[in-house]
C-alpha cells in the first residue's frame, strides 16, 4: 500500500476492501482518504466532488458491499476526531462515534435511547443515512436535527425535513456530521435491563463471524430469513461464502470470500423467494459494483 498526504490528509492508494468494511471481501480498490478533523473532511469532499472522481462516504461499513472490480475511491471517516456532549436531555454527537460507543455514554449520564441500537456495529452517519433500527427503535426516534455538509455550506437539518422510510433515507448527496437528539432520563438499572434484553436477543437470533448485517429488507408483513429458510437455503454454500444456518438473512464470509461469492448468494436468494411466493427481495445492503 501506497501511503501519502493529499491536501494535508492521509490517502492510501489501491487500498484493501478488507480495511473498509466488516465483511472483509477479497480485493482493492483505487484508494481510501482518511481525515481526521472536519476540515480535512470538507476539503476532500470538494476536492472529490470538484474533480468529479467516484467515490463513497464509509464510516464502519457494516452495511456495504464492495467490489474488487470497482473503480472507486473511499472517503473514510473511522479516523475523525470523536466528540459527543450531553446539555441536561440532549446530546450532541459527532457521525464518526459507533453506536455501542454512544450508548456507553448515555448509559453513565442516565439518558435512554440507544439501548436498543447498542449492538448495531455502525457508525452514527452510516446509521442514519441507512434510518437503522433494531427492536422496535428507530435512530430516528429521538433526532432532532443532523448538520450535514452539502454544496460547500454546512447546514442543520430539522428530522421533519428529512425525507426517510423504513431503512431509507434522502441523505445519499451530503456528508453527515453530527446530530442532536432528545433523549429520557432513566434509572442505571432499567436502562441496563433493556440492554441485557435486547443484547440476548440479539446473540441467540444473529450469527457471528464475518458479515454486512441483515442483506434484506424485510417485505411487508413477512421476514425475509423465513422466506429464505422456506427455499431450503439456509446453510447454502458458494466459494467461501455461506448463507447462515443461524438466521438465513445473513452471508457469512467463512474466510476470503469474494465479492462474487456473496453477490451469488443475494442473487439465488432473490431468485428462489421470488419463484416460490412471488416476493421481491430488496437489498438492505449498499452494493458498490
Known amino acids: ?14 487500498e484493501l476492501i478488507s480495511n473498509l468494511t466488516t465483511i472483509k471481501t477479497n480485493g482493492a480498490i483505487c484508494g481510501a482518504f482518511y481525515p481526521i478533523n472536519e476540515n480535512q473532511l470538507k476539503n476532500v469532499y470538494t476536492f472529490l466532488k470538484e474533480y468529479k472522481l467516484p467515490f463513497i462516504v464509509i464510516g464502519n ?3 456495504m458491499l464492495i467490489s474488487d472490480k470497482a473503480k472507486i475511491y473511499a472517503l473514510s471517516l473511522k479516523r475523525l476526531r470523536q466528540q459527543m456532549k450531553i446539555n441536561k436531555e440532549s446530546l450532541y454527537v459527532s457521525a464518526s462515534v459507533p453506536l455501542p460507543k454512544i450508548f456507553q455514554y448515555t448509559y453513565k449520564h ?7 441500537l447498542a449492538g448495531i456495529p ?76 435486547c443484547m440476548i436477543k440479539r446473540n441467540i437470533a444473529q450469527p457471528k463471524g464475518l458479515s454486512c448485517g ?30 447462515s444456518s443461524v438466521h438465513a438473512n445473513f452471508i457469512i464470509n467463512k474466510s476470503h470470500a469474494s465479492f462474487s461469492d456473496i453477490k451469488f448468494l443475494i442473487n439465488l436468494c432473490q431468485q428462489k423467494v421470488k419463484e416460490k411466493f412471488d416476493v421481491d427481495l430488496k437489498c438492505e445492503v449498499e452494493i458498490i459494483e
Do not use: R, W
Not at 442516565?110 to 436498543?116: A, D, K, Q, V
Open 61 to 63: 461499513g457494516s452495511n
Open 1 to 14: 500500500m501506497n501511503k501519502k498526504l493529499i491536501l494535508n490528509t492521509e490517502f492510501v492508494k489501491d
Open 110 to 116: 442516565n439518558l435512554s435511547g440507544f439501548e436498543e
Open 122 to 197: 455502525a457508525s452514527l452517519g452510516g446509521a442514519l443515512k441507512n434510518n437503522a433500527s433494531a427492536f422496535g427503535n428507530s435512530i430516528f426516534k429521538h433526532l432532532e436535527y443532523i448538520t450535514i455538509f452539502k454544496n460547500g455550506k454546512v447546514v442543520n437539518l430539522k428530522k421533519e425535513n428529512i425525507d426517510y422510510s423504513y431503512h431509507k433515507t434522502a441523505l445519499s448527496d451530503c456528508i453527515i456530521l453530527s446530530a442532536k437528539f432528545n433523549l429520557t432520563k432513566k434509572k442505571h438499572y432499567q436502562i441496563k435491563n433493556q440492554f441485557s434484553n
Open 214 to 243: 441483515s442483506v434484506f429488507q424485510n417485505p411487508p408483513f413477512q421476514f425475509a430469513g423465513k422466506l429464505i429458510e422456506e427455499c431450503n437455503l439456509k446453510g447454502f454454500k458458494f466459494g467461501e461464502a455461506e448463507i
